[in-house]
């Protein structure tokens, strides 16, 4: 009980500091703001919506193609049975291996992925390759600690995930469909100025760095959200 209290301490920690600290914001955003087509706003909007739509009811099988959810099942079997047998700073600790694992190649990808992409000038074809990725890193994580992400309900725990790591304050939980506008719409707005920069050829390529950023900050954050979940879960178990 005392290493379970002690991590979930740290986890909370690790929250507060995150949420701390905001995620950098493109330089001279404030001015190249004004020079962004009024329409952009809401084209990104449509294109981030068909994107979780599209990623939520056709893509998750594409990519479980890309993982073996079986075996990070079983890993995380394991691995809890480990922890609750005996629950050690060791065995709590090795529950963050394969999350982490699975976020530093993602660090790669998408910093290839965005930056090719704003180096061909194309912006919006870029969102739907976003969203995957997002997706793709959370859901390895939520695996990682036992989580599957086949409901609405845990697809809404995901959307929530999302908006928390751009430091947006979750108060009511609303319907998918609502839950899924609202992330388009944060996302839309985080990314206004890059994604019409990296919609230009060549120079583009600065504003596709913003994926590696947004990535990794949502990274992060999954492993504190799922990890302090399940630290919860484990300490209500055993009081």
């Known amino acids: 009980m005392k290493a379970l209290d002690k991590e979930y301490k740290k986890i909370l920690k690790a929250e507060q500091k995150f949420k701390e600290k905001e995620m950098k914001s493109f330089p001279y955003k404030d001015k190249l703001i004004q ?3 009024k329409k952009l706003q809401d ?3 449509i294109a981030f919506t068909k994107a979780f739509e599209t990623a939520f009811l056709k893509g998750t099988s594409l990519l479980e193609k890309t993982y073996d959810k079986e075996e990070m099942q079983l890993e995380h079997e394991a691995k809890q049975l480990m922890a609750q047998k005996k629950p050690n ?3 709590l600790r090795n529950m963050d291996k394969t999350a982490k694992q699975a976020g530093l190649l993602h660090d790669a990808l998408s910093t290839t992925s965005g930056t090719v992409m704003g180096f061909l000038g194309l912006g ?3 969102i739907p390759v976003l969203v995957s990725m997002i997706l793709r890193q959370v859901y390895q994580c939520a695996l990682s600690y036992g989580y599957d992400y086949d409901t609405d309900e845990e697809r809404i725990y995901i959307l ?6 751009l430091s947006e304050l979750i ?3 609303e319907s998918l469909d609502q839950e899924i506008n609202k992330t388009a719409t944060l996302l839309s707005e985080k990314l206004l100025v890059e994604k019409f920069i990296q919609g230009i050829p060549v120079i583009g390529a600065a504003g596709g760095i913003i994926n590696h950023q947004i990535i990794r900050r949502i990274s992060k954050y999954a492993q504190i959200s799922y990890k302090k979940r399940w630290l919860e879960a484990q300490i209500q178990k055993v009081q």
């Not at 929530?160 to 790591?165: K, S, V």
């Open 160 to 165: 929530h995930t999302i908006r928390e790591a």
């Open 43 to 45: 084209t990104l909007n």
């Open 89 to 91: 700073r060791k065995h």
């Open 35 to 37: 020079k962004v087509p």
């Open 171 to 173: 108060f009511e939980t």
């Open 124 to 126: 919006l074809p870029d």
